[in-house]
Every structure is written in C-alpha cells, then in structure tokens.
T-cell receptor, first 113, second 113 residues
Framework: DAKTTQPTSMDCAEGRAANLPCNHS???????VYWYRQIHSQGPQYIIH?????ETNEMASLIITEDRKSSTLILPHATLRDTAVYYC??????????????WGAGTKLIIKP | DTEVTQTPKHLVMGMTNKKSLKCEQH?????MYWYKQKAKKPPELMFV???????INESVPSRFSPECPNSSLLNLHLHALQPEDSALYLC????????????FGAGSRLTVL
C-alpha cells in the first residue's frame, strides 16, 4: 500500500498562500491523491483530489509532480478559518470493487493574524 | 441536502450497556462507512456498506455490530465495549464508484467507563 508522509505542523500568515507538502513515493499509477481537512471537533471535509494533472477548485489547488512521488496543496489566501489538520491521502484498491483511503498522519496548519 | 447527520453527538456508556450510534444522509449516496478516530490520529476504516450490503469489515471486534436498514440510514450497535473503545466515531457516505468523494458527519464522541 502507498503511504504518505507530511510535516507535523506548519504556520502561515493570514492572507498569504499556504503550501502543504506531501510525499507519496510508493504510489501506484492508478492511485489518486486526495486531501481532506479536519477542523477541531468536526468531521473531515473534502478539499480536492487528482491523479496526474494539477487541479484547482474554489478551495485550493493541487500540484502533483511529474513522477507523482509528491504533491503540494495550496490554499491561495489563507484565513483564520483555515486553521485545521490537513490530511494527504492515497486512494488505493481494496477488496472487490472497493477502494480504501490510506490516510497520512496529517499536518496541523495554524494561520496567524 | 448535502449533510451527513450523526446522533448522538456525545455518548457515555458502561461496559455492560447496549447502545447505538445513528447516521443519516439524503444525498442519494449508496455507499456508507463507519470510521473510528482516536485523539491526534487519522480516521481508521471499520465498515463499508455498498447498496445496503456489508462489503468491508476491517477485522472489527464483534462488540461493534453495523446495520444498514435502508439506503439513507446506517447504525452502529455497541455492546460490552471496553474503555479503549472510547473514540470519535465518524459516519461517511459517497457515490459508488467514480471519484468516491466521502462526505463525513460531525461524529459521535463515545466514552466507555
């Protein structure tokens, strides 16, 4: 199974771009990278996912390296409400037609005023 | 309706009690999940239901018994739990196949005395 490694914690100034790195050096060719975040005492919230190409939505951008061994989640203009634990996840096949999310340990992102 | 609703939010039970956690979604999702999350750890998959049938049981002890009465509801029946079962229990739902993006509920915080 692919695993992800993330920094334990990061700080970012409010209004600046927050760049969260993730290593997934053993990822297989058909395994997607997902990002979720979890604000304290809430359930995880989906942010974005991708396979090979860079992706952008209203919340964030996902940059995946050409060899797919690492990726970066970018929050373009961080606000205090973006303070959360951010999980980098690889979606891998499970038994039958099921998939499993293999969660990283998460990065605690603190946005400072 | 884009929410997954979990009840109760908090539950305290003794080791001899029988209780249930409930989860409801009205997004038309046909896959539903139970996760367990210990403090400062990522969620761990427990069960997956696909089209109301149990498709994945990640070697969960029999004191946890899932039930999917219909496509909108998911229950987790609890009996003879141990103090180490104290955790946040998260329910999630998704489409079957495709991007497999999970929508999580806010969780039920369980304390076993």
């Amino acid at each position: 199974d692919a695993k992800t490694t993330q920094p334990t914690s990061m700080d970012c100034a409010e209004g600046r771009a927050a760049n969260l790195p993730c290593n997934h050096s053993t990822i297989s060719g058909n395994e997607y990278v997902y990002w979720y975040r979890q604000i304290h005492s809430q359930g995880p919230q989906y942010i974005i996912h991708g396979l090979k190409n860079n992706e952008t939505n209203e919340m964030a951008s996902l940059i995946i390296t050409e060899d797919r061994k690492s990726s970066t989640l970018i929050l373009p203009h961080a606000t205090l409400r973006d303070t959360a634990v951010y999980y980098c996840i690889v979606r891998a096949p499970l038994r039958g037609s099921n998939y499993q999310l293999i969660w990283g340990a998460g990065t605690k992102l603190i946005i400072k005023p | 309706d884009t929410e997954v609703t979990q009840t109760p939010k908090h539950l305290v039970m003794g080791m001899t009690n029988k209780k249930s956690l409930k989860c409801e979604q009205h997004m038309g999702h046909r896959a539903m999940y139970w996760y367990k999350q210990k403090a400062k750890k990522p969620p761990e998959l427990m069960f997956v239901y696909s089209y109301e049938k149990l498709s994945i049981n990640e070697s969960v002890p029999s004191r946890f018994s899932p039930e999917c009465p219909n496509s909108s509801l998911l229950n987790l029946h609890l009996h003879a739990l141990q103090p180490e079962d104290s955790a946040l229990y998260l329910c999630a739902s998704s489409q079957v196949g495709g991007a497999n993006v999970l929508t999580f509920g806010a969780g039920s915080r369980l304390t076993v005395l």
